[in-house]
Nanobody, 126 residues
Framework: QVQLVESGGGLVQAGGSLRLSCAVSGRPFGTYPMGWFRQAPEKEREFVAAISRSGGLTKYADSVKGRFTISRESAKNTMYLQMNSLKPEDTAVYYC???????????????????WGQGTQVTVSS
């Protein structure tokens, strides 16, 4: 069984930065493509970013491209989401996820990810 635990959320002013972490345990870290999703109040969960097993391939939602960076560190079994130039519309619960499927640049749907963390709240004030 795979466990994912997010951390690093919090309250930040618009224009500020946060770094989210997702610690992975249970099976070898390099087994899975991984991703970040978010869910704002009264909205559906949406794709944010994804990264291949090696970390060499990444994909971003248009809304975060150029501001967010996804990465992974095998030595620490951890995935990260560096969020810069945060906007109030980035306010959401952020979830990390892992997939049993091969990485694909079209991997943006929830059903393509098999394991999920509990989420961490990010609030951006204006």
């Amino acid at each position: 069984q795979v466990q994912l635990v997010e951390s690093g959320g919090g309250l930040v002013q618009a224009g500020g930065s946060l770094r989210l972490s997702c610690a992975v345990s249970g099976r070898p870290f390099g087994t899975y493509p991984m991703g970040w999703f978010r869910q704002a109040p009264e909205k559906e969960r949406e794709f944010v970013a994804a990264i291949s097993r090696s970390g060499g391939l990444t994909k971003y939602a248009d809304s975060v491209k150029g501001r967010f960076t996804i990465s992974r560190e095998s030595a620490k079994n951890t995935m990260y989401l560096q969020m810069n130039s945060l906007k109030p519309e980035d306010t959401a619960v952020y979830y990390c996820a892992a997939s049993e499927r091969p990485y694909s640049p079209r991997m943006v749907a929830e059903y393509e990810f098999d394991y999920w963390g509990q989420g961490t709240q990010v609030t951006v004030s204006s």
